[in-house]
């Protein structure tokens, strides 16, 4: 199990049922700049905001198999990592654990940002070319208006000179 939660891109740790951290992936400690044996001395409500700790703890008693929670990580200089918790109850070691799966979500949201920016561009480049294109179908209209009374006009110049 050790060696299978190295490999992954989530942050991973396993706490007991009281919360205590018992093991955790390095990715942990290099994203929350936790030195391993501060890890280790923390409980799992240490890592997230005073205002949070408390439905953290409330989660250690929860009966549910799984649950979703989108609240922020604290780092160790209080950073908080905008992050998407999935815990799960299970078995490790033949002790009853719960397996926190943390997915960091700031670069998600510096492509959702990215994204938003690009979609707002593309809507000023649509006005722009809709502007242009009015622009250019009533300068078209007018050319070919006027080519057309110009043609019409020369046509009657022709029809009354015959006609003298």
């Known amino acids: 199990m050790k060696n299978y939660c190295r490999v992954f891109t989530t942050l991973l740790y396993i706490t007991n049922k009281e919360g205590k951290i018992i093991y955790f992936n390095p990715l942990l400690s290099q994203k929350t700049n936790f030195l391993e044996e501060e890890l280790y001395a923390l409980y799992i409500h240490q890592l ?72 707002k561009r593309t809507e000023e480049v649509n006005i722009a070319k809709t502007a242009f294109l009015t622009n250019l179908s009533f300068a078209l209209r007018n050319s070919a208006e006027l080519n057309f009374r110009h043609d019409r006009n020369a046509h009657e110049n022709r029809f009354k000179q015959k006609s003298v």
């Open 48 to 119: 997230y905001s005073e205002e949070l700790a408390f439905d953290v703890k409330k989660i250690l008693d929860h009966n549910e198999q799984e649950i979703r929670l989108l609240y922020p990580l604290m780092t160790s200089n209080k950073e908080m990592i905008p992050a998407e918790t999935i815990v799960s109850k299970v078995v490790w070691s033949g002790r009853n654990m719960l397996l926190w799966s943390i997915r960091d979500l700031k670069e998600r949201k510096k492509v959702e940002e990215e994204l938003a920016l690009s979609r």
